[in-house]
Each structure stands twice: as C-alpha cells, then as structure tokens.
C-alpha cells in the first residue's frame, strides 16, 4: 500500500497473474518446448497450443483465426500493415492517408514511405483529438491505397470512429488499417463492423507479456502485404520467424481474460478515470487534453497550468508513475506530437502529465495518486513566479 | 538503449526542498529584485536579494523549469548571501553544471541563471 | 525415462530451468513490470534488468554490449542484417554474396533483394558442406556491399571458416554478415576474430526463451543500416518496439550459463554425438551429411540407404524426436536445399535424418534413439522392394 | 499456421504393422508378381499374387514410400485376396484416398498402386 501508484497502464499493463502462470506451465519441465514448426508429435503439440491461442486472440476482436497474424508487437504490426501494404501495392497507387495523432510506429513507418517515393496526406485532427471520417473522404483520391487512423490514441485515450472511416474507405476499394494497441481489450472491438482490413493489437497493453502482438489480416478479400522479415514460411509465409509458444499462449489468456472482464472493466475503470478527474479539478488551473466522451476508459491527460512537466514529474518520482507523453517517446524532450496537433503550446504540452488506469487500479489508488500530485503541483506553482503562472499554460 | 534521465541525489535534494525558496517583503536594508525568463529554453527566474552595505545578507528565488534548473538556482542563490552583490558576476555556468552533473542539452538553462545573477550585480549601488 | 527421446535440439532447447525461474520472477509481481522506455523510477528499474543482460548476451561472442541489438530472433536479426545493410547500401553497389547452404531467413532475404534490384552470387560449398574462403574472395568485386555466409549450418552442424572469409571481405572493406544461431552458446564465439560486421544469433537455440534474438552491429566503423520497423526510436533507432524485458532476461541468463558451461558441454555432446553415430553405424548402409571433422558438437546428419523420409519419421514417432531437414522446413515435403547443394540426390535427401543433441541429452538417450532407429530402418528395408534398396541412396 | 503432417489412427496402424508384407514364394497355384515403380513421386511397389482357379488367395506386398503409400497398398492388397485378379482393375484411387485421408499432394502415389493391380490384372492367364 506504500510503495507508489502505478498509473502508467497506457505503457505497459502488469502481466495477469493467470497469464504468468500459463506461461511458467509452458517454460516448465512438462511444457511444449519443441519448435511448433517441427512436425514430431511434440512439435504438434507446440502448434496446438498456438493454434489455441490464435481462436481467443481472434475472439477478442471478432475474427477467424486464420486472420490473424503473430507478429513481436504493435510496432511490427503496425510496420507490417503499412509498409507491407504500400510497398506490395506501388504499382497501384502512390497516395497514403494518416493522421497526425498516430503513435510514432505510424508515424515513422509513413515517414519511411515518404522516403520511398509515396506521397503521404497527414490529417490534422479537431480540437477534440478526432479526426473526422469527412476529412478521411476529402483526401481520398483515386491514386490512395491505404488509410491509417488510430482506434483510441495512446496518450488522451480519445477514440475515432473507425466503422464510419472503415466504410468510407470500403466504398472507395482503400485499404484500410487501424492501429487498435490500447483499444483491444479496454472496449469492445469489431473488425467486420469497422470495415477494417488490417488492425494491430499487443499483449502488453491487456495483461499478456511484452513480445508478442498480432496482426488483424482480412481473409477475404486478403490485402497483398510485402512481409518485413521472410523465411521459414510461418504464419502463412507474412512473418517468418519461429514462433514463441509461450508468449503466444500468454496472449491467448490474457485476451480471453480481458473478454470476459470486458464490459465490468470498463465500466469499473471509466468511473475510477472520472473520479480521479474529479479531484485533480480541485486543484485548479487544470484542463484536459482530448475527448471526454469519446475516450478510452483507462487514459487521462491532464494539463496544470504554470507547471513544467519534467519537475512535476520528478517531483511525483516514488509516489506516481505516470507519464509525460508517450512512453516511447519520454527519453527525448520534444513535446508530444499528439498534443501538438491538438493545437498545445510546446509549454501546454509540457505541462500535462498522462495518468492511465487499467486491471489492478482501485479507489485508493486513485485518491493517493490525486493527493500526490496536488501536493507536488502546488508546491512547483508557490516555486514559480508569479508571472510565470500566468504564462504557462 | 533508454535514455533514463539521471538526477544526483544533490540535485533531488536541492530540487525537492530549495531552502532559499521564495521572495523577500521589503524590510531593512536595501531588497534587489531581478529576473532572467525564457520560458521557451524552459527557464524561468526571480531573484530577490536584501543588501546590507556591501553584503548580500539574505537571497531568495522564485524559479520555473525542470529539476536541474531548479537546483542550479538555488544553489547559486545561496551562495549569494555573505558577499557583495557584485560577486555575482563570478557565477560560473560550466563549474555549476559540473558540479550538479546538468546534461549538456541544457546548459541553455545555467545561462539564465547567469544573466539573472549579472543583472543583480549591475542593479544601480542606491535604488531610491 | 519411457517418453520419447528429444534429439532436436538443432530446431529448439528446452529452456535452461534457470531461466524459466529468472523469466518468472519477471512476469510475478514483483516484477520490473513498466514499460522499460518509460521515465519513471519502474521503467527505469525495467530498463536496468535489459541493459544487464545486454552485457551477458554481449560477452558471449565478444561483444561490446552498445553493439547488440536484440530482436525477436535470428529471422529477423538475419533479416534486419541483411535487407538492412543492402537497403542501406544500394548506391554504393548492389552486388551482394551468399551460400547455397543457408537458413532460409538468410535465403529468402537475398531473393527478395533480388526483386529489389540485387545481384546475389549463390555460393555452392564443397561436398563437405564447406564454404572455401577462395570461392569468397573470388566471388567479390568492386561494387559487392555485403558477403553473408554462415557459421555452423543448422542441417548438417557443418562449420564455415568465418574467420578466413572475414578477413578476405575486411581487406576489401565488404561488409560481413554471420548467421551464428546455431554455434552461439555451443562454441567459442569472437566477433573480432571473425572480422564480422554483422552476427545475427538467438536465445531459443541455447536455453533461452523462443522469440528474443540479437543482432551484434559492429560499433567501429558502424555499418549503416535501414531498420525493417520504425517507431519508438529503441535499440538506437535499428529496432523499434517496446523491448520485452522477460524474454531479454532470459536470454541474458541463458547467455551466461551457455557461457559457463561451455567447454564442458562441448566435449560432453561432441562425445555423445559421435557414440551415436557409431551406434548407427551397425544398423548398416549408413552415410553421414556434412563433415565430422569441422562441425557444431551437436548436430548428426545420417542417411539410411533404400529408407523414404516421412516413413521413418512416422516409425520413430514416439520415441525419437528428430528432424528430417530444418525444422522450419518440415512443413513443405520439398527436400533439403542444403542437402541438395551437397550434391545429394532428391531421394538421398528423404533418406537423410537430423538427430541433434543438447544440454540436457544423455548417454541413455543415444542407446535408446540408436536402437529405436535402428529398428525402425530394419522394418522399412524389410518392408521395400530388393530393387528399391539399391536404387535408394 | 504450422502444417503438421497428419496420420489418422487407421494409417499408424496399416503403415506400422501390415499384415500383408512380404513376397510370396513360389508353391501351389500361380504366383503373379508385378511392380510399379516410381521412385521420383516417391513410391515403389512390388506385388505377389497366388492364384488358384480363377481365384486370388493370398497376396503380399514390399513398398517403398511415405505411410500413406503403404497404408494404401496394405488395404488395396488385402482385398485382392478371395476375388479374381481381374477385379483388381475395378480398384478407385480417389476412394482409397477418401478411406485414408490421403493429401491431395500425394495423389499421385495412389496411381501407381492403381498401376500395379491393372498390371495383375493383365497379367497373361497361365504363366508357364
Ligand atoms: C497506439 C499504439 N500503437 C503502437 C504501440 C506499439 O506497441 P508495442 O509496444 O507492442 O510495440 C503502442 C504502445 O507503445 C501504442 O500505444
Ligand atoms: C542457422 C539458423 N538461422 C536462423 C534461424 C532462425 O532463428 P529463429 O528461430 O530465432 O527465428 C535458425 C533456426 O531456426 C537457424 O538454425
């Protein structure tokens, strides 16, 4: 009950116990330890445990499991859609569309496309955090290939309507892909109704172990993705590599767990989210970043006015771990791209701190965390001059 | 390959209770108030000193920026007091940041601290 | 004792009991559980635990540990080297060199720098599966960028001298890849000495977890390389992905005790394997792939004259684990590449059996396999056609 | 998506224990031996017939070939046995496949089995 509030969840959930357990079974003396692609009964036994794991990964998301694709992460799967889909379909067209709130594995795989000769239209979303799916219809052209926009963005938890951009994109023949990394498992997720061919999800972000995500792939009709890596021909030769039955296995419960926890989740998570707003409001000069309504249940990004956000943060350092950005992104200083499109000053975006909630987060949590961070923001404002106060924000 | 960002122990110490937070009230003596801002360079400073003859007998300082900034201020502001005003100026950003282990992207910061600390030993000898 | 023998050690190890509690502690709730890029006293503590095992991983093979970069296996890190340098290379040369007896995660690279635009020269060894340092140096011209040819080869356990071919692509400032997943751990290991720029190895192949592997990148002078995913800016920009710090731990435990063992192990196996091989012997009409004089400890690769592949497999189902080829190649009935490219008929390649030893094989192992081979082969020679005995070999 | 050669428990049990194997040694009747070879598609079959009359009654087999193969020549050659050589030709690949759950890729190993009972169906009516 001492040690500090863990409010980082956007970055990374603990592993579910449950899962941990699945995965020491299969480390153990008894567990599958065999390459699942040999074909002796052992590695069968390997395969079967994955081919498990791929029916509850599939469930979570309301696909076949034939569609999906096992890949490192979010990262891989987010790279594996859109330089996969570009560079299988160059000689079909050259235009891309995305937005600008992406997470930087979008981000930079786009950026890498620019560099390949693809023309790249970045949207710029509303204040809200949004990008509306209108705008998605103005930039499609009939030289567009692919359309990229997040689910719920990792650093506000502000949710896009996918299904309406999904069909925009279904009626104009565009591939369509969403990065669904901190939505899968927090809120119901719907591949068919999104329109979606392709969608990237991770176990960390769900209670599964770091290392293992997957890739949402159509089945029909199935996108030509050029692999990133190539091989012994795994997963319907999209991503070579020997598979990681542990981790795979892992993915499996944890999904499963997050199903069947779902709609109590976020519910439960949604209120303590609310109730910590709540209090921070108490503090005064605070704003949040991002849509109230159309959120993730678990993410709250919160301005303090005359606040800098590396004091704040170290000034929280043993009581609250949160975090100022992007957890990726936290080693550099720049101020986050994601509040920048949302028309932050460099000092705003400085000056809020993201506070994620998920599984293990409680009531006390949630008022330790607040007393915390009161406490240290009213100690850094009686710090600062006056005149900066007014300044910063 | 992540950049945890370091802080000493001095600088957690000096960050999380500067004791020469603050500002002085007028009172005896003669109170200097400068202040040095670029909030852009993430640096903001309001210094306050009360001159006594020629020493600086008591010295506070109301600061916005990051840990490291916040240290350098008060430890520099402390070293005001007990000596003249113009002493100031011998405030060296390079042995600071040494001292406080400040990351060389933000060296920017330790100069505000020494324009604050220059305009202090420029302040006119009698102000009123 | 009554369960089946595991002689496929070359496809995967069971892990090292010690890193399975090691990758335990890591996922229990104790655990560094944040995300290790994330700023906080907890990712910092994440970020601790990967850079310790850095250091073993990188001690292992000589390495600094700045110069490793891990990865989710030696697929991607063969890939990474690869795609990456040629990628990253193509305006200074686009001619490029490889082996016919390469894992195919260094194969299909090639061939699909090939439909990039490169010109790959395919080595074919010698009838001892020997890539010659000669057939290197002749081979490379003045616009060659990369040379990539293995270490020990996964089929046939057969070693390459790198060291030679090193040197003679140092001299001619060619950049050197090494696929090393199957000697990390088992033989010394000095990327100095081997003149590498490049080595791509894996933990699943000496007691590690399955799905971490590491890809050494010489520091000095630094070869360039285009990353297959883009994102959070990890691993120096090479590697996006939140790093799964259990799987990194257990890897640096299996590094260290791989590195411990070592000497010991070697001897021990390389005895093991060649009682094996003797005991084979005496079932008669025997052959050996590969050379026994230069050659991983582990790995035995026999041919049973007038004996079709998938029937003795089946037969030995049970009680011997083995692999009629690369593990990552059993799923497709074509025969061995490798086997091929020692001059080896189509049938001579069904007729061939890779049993691979490892850390935990003992001297009963190889009695119990010997006999159960042995028998197996008897019944299917008897079970053939006189003629067929002959023609098959 | 790792495709695991699939055995079904009746083909382990042809392939590993096959009542029919072996070669039949001349004696009463007419021992008929064919064989169909094809050792490229991976298969190779050698088959013995006795017949008394107009009657098969008894047959062996020695084969070459992954367990499918077998499982099928055991099957197709067991039922040789209590009807003329003739009938032989009424042998359907595409049943025996269907009963064995044989791959469509190894099709064409069930051809040559169909070669070799057409070959003993042709073979001349006395031989000697
Ligand atoms: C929206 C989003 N996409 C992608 C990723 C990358 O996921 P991973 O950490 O599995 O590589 C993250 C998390 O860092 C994320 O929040
Ligand atoms: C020589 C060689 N290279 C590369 C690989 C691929 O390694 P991984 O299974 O870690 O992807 C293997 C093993 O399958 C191998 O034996």
């Known amino acids: 009950m001492s040690g500090p509030v863990y409010l980082d969840y956007a970055a990374s959930w603990p592993v579910h116990p449950r899962v941990a357990e699945t995965m020491a079974d299969c480390l153990g003396p008894e567990g599958p330890h065999a390459n699942p692609s040999s074909s002796h009964a052992e590695g069968r036994r390997a395969a079967q445990v994955i081919e498990q794991a791929r029916e509850s990964v599939a469930a979570l998301i309301g696909a076949a499991p034939k569609s999906i694709v096992f890949t490192s992460g979010a990262t891989e799967s987010d790279n594996l859609a859109i330089l996969g889909a570009a560079r299988a379909g160059r000689d079909r067209g050259r235009h891309l569309v995305t937005s600008r709130i992406e997470h930087r594995a979008v981000v930079d795989a786009f950026r890498q496309l620019e560099h390949e000769g693809f023309e790249v239209t970045w949207l710029r979303p509303g204040p809200d955090g949004r990008v509306a799916p209108q705008q998605v219809e103005d930039a499609i052209r009939p030289e567009t290939l692919l359309v990229s926009v997040m689910h719920g963005n990792n650093e506000t938890g502000t949710v896009n309507d996918v299904a309406a951009i999904g069909t925009a994109c279904r009626v104009r023949g565009v591939l369509f892909h969403v990065d669904a990394a901190q939505g899968a498992g927090k809120v119901p997720v719907d591949v068919e109704a999104w329109n979606a061919d392709l969608v990237a999800f991770t176990a960390h972000k769900?209670?599964?172990?770091?290392?293992?995500?997957?890739?949402?792939?159509?089945?029909?009709?199935?996108?030509?993705?050029?692999?990133?890596?190539?091989?012994?021909?795994?997963?319907?030769?999209?991503?070579?590599?020997?598979?990681?039955t542990h981790q795979v296995a892992g993915f499996g419960v944890a999904c499963e767990l997050a199903r069947a926890d779902?709609?109590?989740?976020?519910?439960?998570?949604?209120?303590?989210?609310?109730?910590?707003?709540?209090?921070?409001?108490?503090?005064?000069?605070?704003?949040?970043?991002?849509?109230?309504?159309?959120?993730?249940?678990?993410?709250?990004?919160?301005?303090?006015a005359g606040i800098e956000g590396e004091s704040l943060f170290l000034a929280l350092d043993g009581k609250v771990l949160a975090s100022?950005?992007?957890?990726?992104?936290?080693?550099?200083?720049?101020?986050?791209?994601?509040?920048?499109?949302?028309?932050?000053s460099d000092l705003a975006c400085q000056a809020s701190l993201r506070l994620s909630l998920g599984r293990w987060s409680t009531e006390a949590d949630v008022q330790?965390?607040?007393?915390?961070?009161?406490?240290?923001?009213?100690?850094?404002?009686?710090?600062a001059p006056a005149a900066a106060l007014e300044r910063i924000r | 390959m992540t950049a945890a960002p370091g802080y000493s122990d001095r600088v957690r110490e000096l960050f999380m209770r500067p004791p020469h937070a603050g500002s002085l009230p007028p009172g005896p003596g003669r109170v200097i108030a400068v202040e040095a801002v670029a909030p852009e360079r993430g640096a903001w400073l309001e210094v306050t000193a009360r001159v006594e003859g020629d020493t600086v007998v008591e010295a506070r300082f109301r600061a916005w920026g990051c840990p490291h900034f916040i240290a350098a201020c008060e430890l520099a502001v402390a070293r005001l007091e007990g000596r003249p005003p113009g002493e100031a100026v011998q405030f060296e950003p390079a042995a600071l940041a040494r001292e406080l282990g400040v990351p060389?992207?933000?060296?920017?910061?330790?100069?505000?601290?020494?324009?604050?600390?220059?305009?202090?030993?420029?302040?006119?000898?009698?102000?009123?």
């Open chain 1, 324 to 344: 100022s950005g992007s957890a990726c992104n936290s080693a550099s200083a720049q101020p986050s791209h994601v509040l920048r499109a949302l028309g932050l």
């Open chain 1, 206 to 244: 769900l209670g599964g172990p770091k290392g293992i995500g997957a890739l949402y792939v159509r089945a029909q009709p199935r996108p030509a993705l050029q692999p990133l890596q190539f091989g012994g021909g795994q997963e319907r030769g999209l991503r070579a590599g020997t598979l990681a």
């Open chain 1, 262 to 304: 779902l709609p109590e989740e976020e519910r439960r998570v949604r209120g303590l989210r609310e109730r910590l707003w709540a209090h921070l409001q108490t503090v005064g000069g605070t704003w949040r970043n991002g849509s109230a309504e159309a959120s993730l249940p678990g993410i709250l990004n919160v301005g303090f």
């Open chain 2, 104 to 128: 060389a992207e933000k060296f920017g910061r330790l100069l505000v601290v020494e324009d604050a600390l220059r305009a202090l030993a420029a302040a006119p000898p009698e102000s009123k």
């Open chain 1, 368 to 383: 330790r965390a607040a007393d915390a961070v009161a406490e240290a923001v009213a100690r850094l404002r009686s710090l």
